[in-house]
């Protein structure tokens, strides 16, 4: 056993890092999957799991809509498990920093939980269980939202702790970032996570246009003219996306005002600025278009981005890297 460790660096290693970025491609593929299956509302297109219709390669998946998108969405996520085994079995053979494996382990836990999440979204659906409502499944089905975005997140903290600037720290650390930067960050990142929340439930719930009109709720007004679950859980996810974007703005303007952070993070720093522009313009652009499935699909797609970026910033934020 010590001799297939024995191996073990904690140097850059580029073909771990390219691999890295590889299944990053690829979450990002099953992502958009996962998306449009429900924005087309095919999760339920195959009543059982882990087969699609007892095959794997099951009878009319690539010609009609619903089955590409449901049996796309579970082959890619079979695809991120196989590179989450790959990563573990890489990093603990090669990499010497326990924190990385550690990561690759949690990763291909929440891969696995990932899965039977999904397959407990078609078992419990109220098709299958003969129940008079689907509360159960849209549990799950949330929940399934959720565990995509720490996947996620978890592939962007390997890529970062695989890359060249990280190990190596080429140009030095920042001596000092200000303590308000790092805890607006993490705040970023939560609100973020709770915008995502709130929205996998309104998307499950089919609540999308339960507010009907953009930016006004209703001629005149901010507030909708009544009140019931779907238009509060929609009115929830309007005010979510103001107080992400009072959070992000807070965090940008302090990472651009301190001299050593905008050096060092502008990059990042305006890829998050372009990211919430875009993120703001598709969901008023999904109630106009009375939620498109390419474009609602595109709104959750560009939210996941949002919060991979703002993880992102928040782990160089904690050990940032000083570019010269």
């Known amino acids: 056993m010590a001799s297939l460790t024995s191996q073990r660096t904690s140097g850059y290693k ?38 699609s219709n ?6 009319g998946w690539l010609t009609e809509s619903d089955k590409l998108a449901e049996h796309s969405h579970r082959l ?25 494996r550690t990561l690759a382990r949690v990763l291909l836990l ?13 078992r419990f659906d109220q ?22 975005q720490i996947v996620l997140a978890l592939l962007v903290a390997l890529t970062i702790s695989s890359s060249r600037l990280w190990i190596e720290k080429q140009g030095g650390l920042i001596a000092a970032v200000p303590k308000s930067i790092k805890k607006w960050s993490l705040i970023a990142c ?24 953009f930016p006004l709720a209703q001629d005149g007004s901010l507030l909708p003219a009544y009140w019931n679950f779907d238009v509060g859980v929609h009115f929830a996810h309007r005010v979510g996306a103001v107080g992400v974007l009072i959070a992000l703005s807070i965090l940008l303007g302090k990472v651009w005002a301190h001299q050593s952070t905008r050096k060092a993070l502008r990059g990042i720093a305006i890829f998050i600025s372009l990211l919430l522009v875009v993120q703001i313009y598709l969901g008023a652009l999904t109630i106009w278009t009375v ?14 981005f949002l919060l991979a970026s703002t993880w992102a910033l928040t782990l160089l934020a904690h050990r940032p890297i000083k570019i010269e």
């Open 14 to 51: 580029p073909f771990l890092f390219a691999f890295c970025v590889f299944a990053l491609c690829w979450i990002t593929a099953l992502l958009y999957a996962g998306g449009f299956t429900t924005s087309i509302k095919a999760g339920m297109a195959f009543l059982d799991w882990p087969l």
């Open 54 to 59: 007892g095959s794997v390669n099951p009878d």
């Open 76 to 100: 890619l996520g079979m695809k991120i498990g196989l590179l989450s085994i790959g990563l573990l079995i890489w990093t603990w053979l090669r990499e010497e920093r326990p924190q990385v």
């Open 110 to 122: 929440i891969v696995v939980l990932q899965g039977v999440l999904g397959g407990a979204r078609v």
């Open 127 to 148: 098709l299958n269980i003969l129940s008079d409502h689907n509360l159960i499944a849209q549990s799950f089905a949330v929940a399934h939202a959720c565990g995509a």
């Open 190 to 213: 939560v609100s973020i996570f709770l915008q995502i929340l709130v929205g996998a439930i309104m998307r499950h719930a089919d609540a999308g246009l339960a507010i009907a009109k």
């Open 291 to 304: 939620k498109n499935p390419y474009v609602a699909t595109a709104h959750a797609l560009i939210g996941a």
